[in-house]
């Protein structure tokens, strides 16, 4: 089932693990987890890169640091969370764009292979 995949990803160095009909899969070391399913009704293959946690985690972290602002006291521990909420908001940003543009190779590599992802949401 999951055969021609597993070439592909060893052929780019990527760590995997295989769970029933799921397949786990760490493109990089700032990307996210990309799941892969099978579908054996339609014999059809689609990804998830979780970007809906993703991006609601970094919208909190928005709105945590927008609304940390705003309150002047405890001005330097106020400043400092501020900072480490907006790194982490933009991380979790990045996270997403990295993790798309890595499924985008691997997908023009499965494609090769005649394996056809498609995003499922």
Known sequence: MFEKIEEVIARNNLKYHVDGSTLKLKPGRGGGTVKIKYDHATESYAYNCDEYRLILASFLMFSFAFN????????????ALTGLLFALAIFG??????????????????????IYLKPDF
Do not use: C, M, N, Y
Not at 69 to 74: A, K, R
Not at 100 to 111: A, E, G, S, V
């Open 93 to 114: 940003l990045f996270q997403i764009l990295l993790a798309h543009i890595q499924i985008l190779d691997i997908k023009t590599q499965l494609r090769d292979v005649d």
């Open 68 to 79: 940390r602002l705003f309150q002047p006291e405890q001005q330097l521990w106020s400043g």
